[in-house]
């Protein structure tokens, strides 16, 4: 009798939802929530909603100008600037400190950026598909982990204290010379040697007697053959049996090449004119100079042999197309790697390898 007058008194004093249901749970295993919900039509539901809606309703509001931007530029009577709507990257770079620096080349805002390359010359995608993987794998090493490489000797010697002058003296430089080599890192993934970039330099020793049409000439035939703009440079040394004096006579023309211009004229190099090179043996072996970079010459003949030169002959005289050196620089720090990239990419060397 006392727990039947606590659990009314409990109904009316919590909500209803706190409140257990005093209907057996076994009699009825499935509820909805209509079991609970009072006894109301749906027009009460309905008139309890507001009978306007700001959705429905129509404000006034401002009438909407329709805008013509050709009219109205054609209406405008003064020009505006160029640069007044874009963005033009600073001229210079003023150093790490300005507050406005120009983009890098890469980025296209850059005054210096230059679209592309869409697609790789054939040079490039040989060394990208074949040369880069082989030089990987001939020049490889393995390390595994824990591996303790032996010590290695000191570079520069010291002395035996056999003369009471050898104290406090300096260390010596290395056998068979002063001057120590450059140290070779491992090559990895990340530093497989490449060409970076291809010098063409044309000495022309009769433009010293007068006669500037050897040096036009010479212009002429570097920049066809390697697409680039050529620099002239004057004597810097005083040769009397050739008429020199210094910073009188301009004598010499250069071309630097680098991206697609330098993979293009490689590639007419290798494939072209060093087939046609008769009785040429090759490059020297020896060439070099001891940082990766190759430097061989090509006789007038040689010159002669590019398609450029071939197809319109008649305009270059031809006891005016002048010999040239050309540089080859590579990433690689040492010369053997050197010549093992340019072996790969087909230029044959002869004569006995030097061993360092």
């Known amino acids: 009798m006392a727990a039947t007058e606590s659990s009314r008194y409990l109904a009316r004093s919590l909500p209803r939802a706190f409140v257990r249901s005093p209907r057996p749970q076994h009699l009825c295993s499935r509820r909805s929530n209509s079991d609970h919900a009072p006894s109301r039509s749906l027009s009460d539901d309905l008139n309890d909603l507001e009978s306007a809606s700001t959705l429905t309703k129509s404000t006034p509001g401002p009438e909407v100008q329709s805008f013509d931007p050709l009219a109205k530029a054609r209406s405008r009577k003064t020009q505006l600037p160029s640069s007044r709507y874009q963005y033009?990257?600073?001229?210079?770079?003023?150093?790490?400190?300005?507050?406005?620096?120009?983009?890098?080349?890469?980025?296209?805002?850059?005054?210096?950026?230059?679209?592309?390359?869409?697609?790789?010359?054939?040079?490039?995608?040989?060394?990208?598909?074949?040369?880069?993987?082989?030089?990987?794998?001939?020049?490889?090493?393995?390390?595994?982990?824990?591996?303790?490489?032996?010590?290695?000797?000191?570079?520069?010697?010291?002395?035996?204290?056999?003369?009471?002058?050898?104290?406090?003296?300096?260390?010596?430089?290395?056998?068979?010379?002063?001057?120590?080599?450059?140290?070779?890192?491992?090559?990895?993934?990340?530093?497989?040697?490449?060409?970076?970039?291809?010098?063409?330099?044309?000495?022309?020793?009769?433009?010293?007697?007068?006669?500037?049409?050897?040096?036009?000439?010479?212009?002429?035939?570097?920049?066809?053959?390697?697409?680039?703009?050529?620099?002239?440079?004057?004597?810097?040394?005083?040769?009397?049996?050739?008429?020199?004096?210094p910073g009188r006579d301009t004598i010499a023309?250069?071309?630097?090449?680098?991206?697609?211009?330098?993979?293009?004229?490689?590639?007419?190099?290798?494939?072209?004119?060093?087939?046609?090179?008769?009785?040429?043996?090759?490059?020297?072996?020896?060439?070099g100079d001891n940082s990766g970079n190759i430097t061989f010459g090509l006789e007038p003949s040689g010159v002669a042999l590019f398609p450029e030169i071939e197809v319109n002959y008649d305009m270059y005289p031809g006891h005016m197309i002048p010999g040239c050196h050309i540089t080859l620089h590579t990433t690689a720090t040492a010369d053997k790697d050197a010549r093992i990239l340019l072996s790969a990419m087909g230029i044959p060397f002869h004569g006995k390898v030097p061993r360092y």
């Open 253 to 287: 023309c250069k071309a630097e090449l680098g991206g697609e211009n330098m993979q293009h004229f490689l590639g007419k190099l290798i494939d072209v004119v060093m087939p046609k090179i008769k009785d040429w043996p090759g490059v020297k072996a020896t060439s």
């Open 88 to 245: 033009r990257s600073p001229k210079y770079d003023r150093g790490p400190l300005h507050p406005h620096r120009p983009p890098p080349p890469s980025d296209p805002s850059s005054r210096l950026f230059v679209p592309g390359p869409f697609s790789l010359p054939r040079v490039g995608q040989t060394w990208e598909s074949t040369v880069a993987p082989d030089i990987m794998t001939l020049c490889y090493v393995h390390n595994p982990p824990g591996f303790k490489p032996p010590p290695k000797a000191p570079r520069l010697r010291e002395w035996d204290d056999s003369s009471p002058y050898h104290k406090n003296r300096p260390l010596r430089g290395p056998r068979g010379g002063d001057v120590l080599r450059l140290l070779r890192k491992p090559i990895t993934f990340r530093n497989i040697p490449k060409i970076e970039r291809i010098t063409i330099h044309s000495y022309v020793k009769n433009a010293a007697q007068g006669n500037s049409a050897y040096l036009h000439t010479a212009g002429m035939v570097v920049q066809a053959i390697s697409n680039v703009r050529v620099q002239t440079f004057k004597s810097r040394a005083s040769i009397p049996a050739w008429g020199l004096s």
